[in-house]
């Protein structure tokens, strides 16, 4: 097939639900990725932030060639050994005590079981959520997702959510009432913008959890496994919550979620209660295995820490150049940049030279490359957008903006 078929064919036969980028990405390896015509892209959305380890890492390679020889599926009704591993390695990397997990096959459905784990545990129905918060689009996770655009089609969403402006310990404290089961929080809000919390934030929510009873839950589906320069974000704070929401990267590019909580409060699921076919299947286990091995063995949230130090400073050099450059923020290589207007254009333009770039929201363009990105390459990222962004400014200012 070549380039325009493939596209005419996902178009045709795909819902039509995502916003697509036009080129026909074929093969990648650690940040780099290559079109159908042989062009190569430096991959600063990390697949969503799912290729943290790098595209087709070597050793998760060998590790899912291995297994798919030996065994593809088992079902969780019965025992395997390389889900056993997994779970092992698992809670010897987790935050202390959240050490009982229930696996399942994407984030939005890490976030579902959290949902219902609260429910249950607590005998309440009431979650708080953030503003601005993106916890995913089924039914549930929608229910706690911030954005109207993705919610009011879809009305009347699960009973009992409700939304407090973020950062403010105050308007959290104000919505707890006696219904209340739990409060559900990103560290660093992504999708959101790449909000980082205010210090003292969520020591705050830890405390009056603790004060009113009510479980705090983090969704790190996006800012775990190193991302942030620490192996999980609340470490930033020194914050353990009682449930913890992760996805993306844990199997090194295989789709997982997993829902890891406190042994009392995951032991209120009973039998039947929760459950999806492909939960721990040997294939994804062996992946997760190999993924966490290389995170830790090749030290890569120090590597994180570093190179988002390094990768954030040159942007924020952009910034001192470029007036349309408002804000720069992130941790590790979780990085936001502000723009004074809509990115889609900057998208575009960088994807044309070679830089694959996230949005969050309209005017955030969002950066979370695989920790395996090389200097050379973000030189290049850096380059491409500076070029980029002052193509941009001249049109601005020359009163033809080209978006
Ligand atoms: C913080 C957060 N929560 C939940 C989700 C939903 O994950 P998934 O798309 O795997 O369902 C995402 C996805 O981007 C996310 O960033």
Redesign the pocket.
Known sequence: MNEQEIINIENKLMANVFAKRPIVITRGRGALVWDINGKEYVDCTGS?GVALLGHSHPKVVEAVCKQAERLISCHAGFYNDMRAEFLQKLVSITPKGLDKAFLSN????A?ECAIKLARKFSGKPEIIAMMGA????TMG?LSATWDKKYREPFQPLVPEFKHVSPDNLEKVKEAITDKTAAILV?PIR??GGVRIPPDGFLQGLREICDEKNVLLIF?E??TSFGRTGKLFACEHWGVVPDVM?L??PFAGGLPI?ITVAKENVMSSLKVGEHSTTFSGSPLVCAAACAAIDVLVGEKLSERAATLGGYFKAKLEELQAKHSIVKEVRGLGLMIGVELRFDVLNILIKALDRGVLILDAGRNVLRFLPPLVIEKEQIDKAISVLDAVLEEEENARSSGTPSD
């Open positions: 969503y994407s984030g939005a459905e976030v993106f916890h995913g689009k996770a990103e992504g999708e969704d589906i996006q929401c996805a993306k979620g």
